[in-house]
């Protein structure tokens, strides 16, 4: 079987990269620190496998089933580790590896169409698609194996081999899973590579890379275009969010606070299109952040694999940090914590859900991305002021409007300025449907048959019209 980490440094005393339990803070296993030099290599075998992928798409999408099975199949394992590096309660680690084979299966099932144009010329034009190459998958910590799924599963259907790499906060899994689709798809169709950011930084702008893929930070992001700009490979970013979730004054709050509550707190905060400001009318403050208030103080927060947990740990030491910092900085700046505001006792990165009150709107847990258990609940005085404030960030992922009169709620959902909006909650995303970040949250769009077709590119022949 081929080793899926390929790669490995030849000739050399490879060099390890520590992974930490966040629930500890110890470090409990190590990869390899991939070099840069060590691309070359995986890229041109990444090269050399699309000859054989790209021609059988029959076998394709027989192939793509199979490691569906598989992960599946491996779902204990994946799962335990997912936990174990990053943080998240068990059950959502099963969630998350059962959503990892569903993208595989989603995309296996598609096919590009061929469509011919026939406008009255003498020869009409056939638009066949194309796969492009070896594309480059980039990911982060906070949902290591979907995110990678949802870049790998539709590149790989569409005929492209793919070099995936993690963030070096949670390698093991990723490795893991490379390990367990070794075993349903030929040699160096896909190859995890683990390393630090010049990795991820020489992968970006290699010359036999053609399309870049990236979920990430917005600064990232913007590395990461630069980088591909000097190799012109196609680019598709999906970045940072600040989603805000508008309520209605016809909201029903005891309805809604579960929800609520859990679009700004699953995966402790830590996902790209958590709800991560609420406008509320001035009259429903008091009554959504007691609301709010009291599920934060009342959630069990521990470690991953702690069946009773709900919540588990950041995910890592900066990030910690940085969640200490805009909420420090949010208390300074005359924020009042109806919930948490610290850190907890005890070892591991694990920080109290934190609802803010009183907030100033500058202040960074509001204009910027908070990433972690940390909520600003901020009253509105008309719906046009809330619609304002909610589009006025650099960020445009998704955004949520909550009310009893669903058309009022959707027409106000229509102004906000952003990929995806939902009614009545919040991050909900179906396989089929496109998902695009506008301003600052992305480029290119990925999800559903844009997603798929994103990864192929156009080829048409033009031919006399058969008399
Ligand atoms: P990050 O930008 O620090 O890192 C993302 C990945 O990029 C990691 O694998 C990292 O090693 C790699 N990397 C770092 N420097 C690089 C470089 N110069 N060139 C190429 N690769 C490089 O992000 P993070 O802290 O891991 O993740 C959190 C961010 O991701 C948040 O902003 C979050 O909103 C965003 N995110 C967005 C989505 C989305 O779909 N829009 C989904 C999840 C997370």
């Known amino acids: 079987m081929p080793t899926p980490e390929a790669g490995s440094v030849r000739g050399r005393r490879a060099v390890r990269l ?5 629930a500890t803070g110890e470090t409990f296993d190590e990869v390899l620190d991939q070099q840069p ?7 041109a075998r990444a090269e050399r496998a699309w ?3 790209r021609a059988d798409p029959v076998a394709r999408t027989a192939a793509l089933r199979g490691a569906a099975d598989a992960v599946e199949g491996a779902a204990d394992g994946l799962a335990r580790l997912l936990t174990r590096e990053q943080g998240k309660p068990l059950a959502e ?3 998350e ?8 299966r989603y995309f296996a099932g598609l096919a590009p169409r061929t469509r011919r144009i026939d406008d009255g010329r003498p020869v009409h034009s056939e638009i066949r698609w194309r796969s492009l190459g070896p594309v480059a998958a980039i990911v982060p910590w906070n949902f290591p194996l979907q995110l990678a799924a949802a870049k790998f599963a539709p590149a790989l259907a569409a005929g492209n081999t793919v070099v995936l790499k993690p963030s070096p906060f949670t390698p093991l899994a990723t490795r893991l899973l490379g390990s367990v689709l070794a075993s349903a798809l030929p040699e160096d169709v896909l190859t995890v590579v683990t390393g630090r950011e010049p990795l991820g930084a020489r992968l970006v702008s290699h010359s036999g890379i053609r399309h870049v893929t990236f979920t990430g930070s917005v600064s990232t992001g913007r590395a990461v275009a630069g980088a591909a700009g000097v190799s012109l490979a196609r680019v598709t970013l999906e970045l940072g969010g600040n989603d805000a979730a508008i309520l209605l004054d016809d909201v029903d709050v005891d309805g809604i606070a579960d929800r609520l509550f859990w679009g700004a707190f699953r995966n402790c905060g830590q996902v790209c299109m958590a709800v991560k400001r609420v406008y509320v009318p001035a009259r429903l403050h008091a009554e959504v952040v007691e609301a709010l208030a009291q599920r934060a103080k009342t959630v069990a927060v521990g470690s991953g694999l702690d069946p009773e947990s709900r919540l588990g740990p950041v ?9 200490v910092q805009v909420t420090e900085r949010a208390l300074a700046d005359g924020a009042r914590a109806a919930s948490g505001g610290h850190r907890l006792d005890g070892p591991g990165y694990f920080f109290a859900p934190t609802i803010l009150t009183d907030v100033p709107p500058g202040s960074p847990v509001v204009a910027d991305e908070q990433f972690g258990p940390v909520l600003p609940v901020l009253p509105y005085g008309s719906v046009d002021e809330a619609v304002d404030a909610a589009n006025g960030t650099g960020f445009g992922l998704g955004g949520s409007v909550w009310g009893t009169d669903l058309d009022r709620a959707g027409a106000v959902a229509d102004r906000l300025e952003c990929g995806t909006a939902w009614i009545n909650h919040h991050a909900e995303l179906s396989l089929a449907q496109p998902f695009a970040g506008v301003k600052d949250s992305g480029v290119g769009v990925a999800g559903g048959p844009w997603g798929f077709y994103g990864n192929l590119r156009p080829f048409v022949v033009h031919r006399p019209r058969e008399a």
């Open 18 to 22: 520590s992974v930490v339990d966040p």
């Open 37 to 43: 030099g060590e691309l070359d290599d995986v890229v």
């Open 51 to 53: 000859r054989g992928w």
């Open 93 to 95: 680690s099963y969630a």
């Open 97 to 104: 590896v059962a959503r990892t084979a569903a993208r595989l």
């Open 315 to 323: 995910n890592n030491a900066p990030q910690l940090a940085r969640v």
